[in-house]
């Protein structure tokens, strides 16, 4: 500071002498014009300027360390300062420009060496810079990225994202941002409501679940809940009916299947009750072919003409039927012991005579009648339990003489012709029992052989009234029955298996309407035994009930359109509630089934098993014969059914 003041005070000196020293002006010019630096006493004292060293003048690289009084700085300026005179020095038009080149030199920050992306600012050092860096940035220029994902994950919930020079949290789907860090679940159900269309939406955390009734399945494309067709994974043993949301299964009851506790297996039809199917092996079964063909066929030759004699047991419920044929052919003399209306009837034909004789008592009373037939003379003799009931006095021989030989034919249990030859016809099929036979004083052993070694041909060893249904086979009649619009069926039977059809009235492959038991109901799933009456698969009538006891029961019936009334035992049955049932079509032409279906698809009702046990069926209050059906099952018996045991 003195040295400045005294500078100051030799100016003001030199000043204040002038009033009294004077100059030429060329001696005034001279002065100002000496090669003595400018301001070299200030530059002798501190820090030369730059601009007035190296940019007014041309500097030394020693005047140059004492403008920066350091050798870095220094050693980095002068190359450039002298490049800048090189370039812009030679000419006084680029002055400006020598300025600003030599000015640029010495900041180290210029052109600025930064990332210009990651730094805050760029510090001039001597000889050097410093990168000032955004958080998120490093290294000597800011170029460096630094990843904060790679530590504690940057402090995300979910998922850290690393960008140059920072990060970024998110989450997962099914949650949002809370802040910076945070995730909370979405609830989806809420803020989008027909994210699920149809389907309920149910929310979850950090999800959502569109949930469909059991047995559908949600459709992500039309959002909604499509019906699985569970069949195509065969679910079912059996036979499989997809169904609105679920399925049915099927077992064929023809086949002794029925559907097992779990919906989907079949089991084994098991009887109830042990039947008494004890047989006389000494017996012979007249009633074994539907046919109405002979079930026996003889043929005697004598040498010497005899008289006809026949003797046998008889026991039967049926009032109508042929017991045996004795004769030659259809044109020959011939006579044919028939039932008719529960009794004997005698039809005779020698030559051009025809007869039919009928008398005597009831012997379609269940109980052993002997019965016998013998010629005398030029009569007939019949006799029930030793007893004469008819004499028809006859004409002819019954023996055809051929070649020598006195031939009779004999035939049980039908004729040898077609029955439109009968003197009188008869419905020729006779459920009835016959033992202790002889024929024509004899006892013919090859035909007791035979009916030994064929349980078929033996009759019941106990019997009572009533047509028994073995469980296999049905009768069938070609008539509905129906009366007008209403339908009537009344049922006495006494079942040995809780499951099978009782009634049914089918129309090519549908059973539009069946009566039958079953040990659970399809409807409500109940494992308990009951009756059903169903329209098509559709029960609409039940009632829960246990008839395998050994005991008789009625069940009623009463069908009008397409309402119906049940009754069992007298008890009224409670109607189902069920929609869209179509009503039966009583004037339609239907078939009439009893004891069983025939081979219609699984799925057109309920029950398929057939009936196993005794049973007795009146259609709008008439007995419906077993015997006038168009087909039946050979082992369906008509008028007779051995008795079921009471005890289990």
């Known amino acids: 500071m003195r040295e400045f003041v005294s500078s100051c005070c030799f100016v003001l000196l030199c000043i204040g002498c002038s009033s009294q020293l004077s100059v030429s002006p060329k001696q005034a010019n001279e002065f100002l014009r000496r090669h003595r630096r400018a301001n070299q006493v200030f530059e002798e004292t501190k820090q030369g300027h730059l601009e007035r060293e190296c940019v007014e ?25 002298q ?99 945070a995730c909370l679940d979405v609830d989806e159900c809420v803020e989008t409501p027909d994210v699920c269309g149809t389907a309920r939406c149910s929310n979850l955390v950090g999800s959502y679940d569109c949930l469909c009734e059991e047995g559908y399945i949600y459709d992500n494309i039309t959002k909604s809940c499509a019906d699985v067709d569970e069949c195509e994974t065969r679910v079912c043993e059996e036979e499989c009916v997809n169904t609105a949301g679920s399925f049915r299964c099927y077992c064929d009851g023809r086949q002794g299947k029925r559907l097992g506790p779990d919906f989907r297996s079949c089991e084994t039809i098991e009887l109830h009750l042990p039947r008494d199917i004890k047989r006389n092996s000494r017996s012979l079964y007249l009633g074994r072919m539907f046919s109405g063909i002979p079930v026996v066929r003889l043929r005697f030759r004598r040498r010497v003409q005899t008289g006809f004699t026949a003797e046998f047991d008889l026991r039967t419920y049926d009032p109508e039927g042929v017991i045996f044929f004795a004769g030659g052919h259809l044109n020959s003399s011939w006579i044919v012991l028939v039932m008719h209306n529960g009794k004997l009837e005698l039809q005779l034909k020698y030559g051009a005579v025809s007869r039919v004789t009928s008398s005597g008592p009831q012997v379609n009373d269940g109980q052993w009648h002997k019965i016998s037939v013998e010629e005398q003379g030029r009569s007939l003799v019949i006799k029930i339990d030793r007893e004469a009931v008819m004499k028809i006095a006859v004409n002819g021989d019954l023996f055809t003489l051929n070649k020598g030989m006195h031939e009779l034919n004999l035939t049980v249990g039908g004729v040898p012709f077609r029955d439109d030859g009968l003197v009188s016809r008869i419905n020729p099929r006779l459920d009835g029992c016959m033992k202790d036979w002889r024929w024509l004083t004899g006892e013919d052993t090859s035909i007791q052989e035979t009916i030994r070694n064929n349980e078929r041909m033996q009759c019941y060893a106990v019997e009572d009234h009533s047509a028994f249904y073995p469980g296999h086979g049905f009768a069938y009649f070609n008539q509905s029955h129906g009366d007008d619009q209403k339908l009537h069926v009344h049922m006495t039977l006494r079942p040995a298996s809780s499951v099978g059809v009782l009634f049914a009235l089918v129309r090519q492959d549908r059973v539009p309407f069946s009566i039958s038991l079953s040990d659970y109901h399809p409807g409500t799933l109940e494992w308990t035994e009951h009756v059903l009456v169903s329209f098509g698969d559709v029960v609409v009538a039940s009632v829960p009930v246990n008839l395998c006891d050994g005991q008789q029961h009625t069940v009623t019936v009463n069908v009008s359109g397409n309402s119906s009334k049940l009754e069992v035992d007298g008890q009224l049955a409670q109607m189902e509630l069920v929609e869209n049932v179509d009503a039966l079509d009583l004037t339609s032409s239907y078939s009439t089934f009893i004891g069983g279906i025939p081979d219609v698809s699984l799925v057109s009702t309920p029950v398929s098993a057939f009936f196993t046990g005794c049973m007795d069926v009146q259609i709008n209050d008439q007995l419906l014969d077993v015997d006038e059906a168009q087909h039946k099952h050979n082992d369906i018996r008509s008028h007779s059914c051995p008795l079921v045991s009471a005890q289990q």
């Open 83 to 181: 490049a800048c005179l090189d370039k812009f020095g030679g000419s006084e038009k680029k002055k400006s420009d020598l300025i600003t080149c030599v000015h640029n030199i010495p900041d180290q920050c210029s052109p600025n060496p930064c990332n210009h992306l990651g730094m805050v600012r760029c510090e001039d050092k001597k000889g050097r810079f410093q990168c000032h860096c955004f958080t998120g940035w490093s290294g000597v220029k800011c170029e460096k990225d630094v990843d904060e994902c790679s530590k504690e994950n940057g402090g995300c919930e979910h998922e850290c994202n690393n960008t140059m020079g920072s990060y970024r949290c998110s989450c997962r789907d099914g949650y949002r941002l809370s802040g910076h860090h």
């Open 57 to 81: 003048e041309r500097c030394t690289k020693e005047e140059a360390r004492e403008v920066f009084e350091n050798d870095p700085e220094t050693d980095y300026f002068y190359p450039k300062y």
